[in-house]
């Protein structure tokens, strides 16, 4: 591209290209590319893998209520600006009506994060949590989402539904026991005191169908610290082959 000139046919000092400002343009080119690549971005790769409600029950394994996540993905995600909400399995209440967890940090591809909540009198420690909320998981049924943003989602997905807008903030819902609102065919099974649900393939497994996905069993809540397990990558979309124009001869 031609340099600019002034009015007097002279190049413009101030739009010049210069091998001085040649380089200056590569080097901020690459340092964004280079920030861009060092920053995990939020991404539709981070799941629910268990739920425990029986957290300091009679009969309980631990003494909190717990969630933890999974990141199913071949990269890392930024978890700031995520957040767990609840809401009651049916009824009127929303997910804003309890209190909601921020989430920050980074989680590595195949690692696990322990969101710890509501302690209870009973049962054992949880393994050092990733993040620390109060809410008041009920252990055989409820609804919790992994949610785009720290505001309140004031829908519940049954007597109160969720809008598209709503819903787009929705990265991973988890219906269970009698829960009116899940994903797939049918809510999860409902747990105990002494179980938690639990996703299988330590997690890998999302055929976004809850009831198909999840299974009550003994709890193993896993953090940052426990060893990662790295899903297989979902296989490529298949390519559709065009239809050829015909060549035939049109029939009068």
């Not at 539709?44 to 993905?73: C, K, M, P, R």
């Not at 026991?177 to 797939?184: M, Y």
Request: hydrophobic residues 40%; contains cysteine; charged residues 10%.
């Amino acid at each position: 591209m031609p340099n600019a000139t002034d009015m007097r046919g002279l190049p413009d000092p101030q739009s010049a290209v210069t091998p001085a400002r040649t380089c200056a343009l590569v080097g901020s080119l690459a340092l964004t590319l280079f920030v861009a690549a060092a920053t995990p971005l939020h991404a539709q790769t981070v799941v629910i893998s268990q739920v425990s409600g029986g957290g300091g029950a009679s009969g309980a394994v631990y003494g909190n209520d717990f969630v933890e996540l999974h990141n199913v993905g071949q990269a890392p995600v930024l978890l700031d600006g995520l957040s767990l909400q609840y809401a009651a399995p049916s009824g009127f209440q929303t997910f804003g009506e309890n209190p909601i967890t921020p989430l920050t940090g980074t989680l590595p591809t195949g690692g696990y994060y322990l969101v710890q909540l509501a302690a209870g009198a009973s049962g054992g420690a949880l393994p050092a949590p990733d993040a620390v909320g109060s809410t008041d998981l009920n252990f055989f049924a409820g609804k919790v989402v992994l949610a785009r943003g720290v505001d309140a989602l004031m829908c519940n997905g049954g007597s109160s539904p969720c809008d598209s807008g709503t819903m787009a903030r929705i990265v991973d819902l988890v219906g269970y026991g009698t829960a009116d609102f899940f994903e797939g065919s049918g809510a999860a099974q409902g747990a105990w005191t002494n179980l938690g649900l639990v996703r299988a393939g330590d997690g890998c497994t999302d055929t976004n169908d809850n009831l198909a996905d999840f299974a009550a069993m003994a709890p193993a809540p896993r953090n940052q610290a426990s060893p990662g397990v790295t899903c297989a990558p979902p296989p490529p979309p298949r390519s559709l082959r065009r239809p050829q124009a015909s060549t035939s001869p049109r029939l009068a």
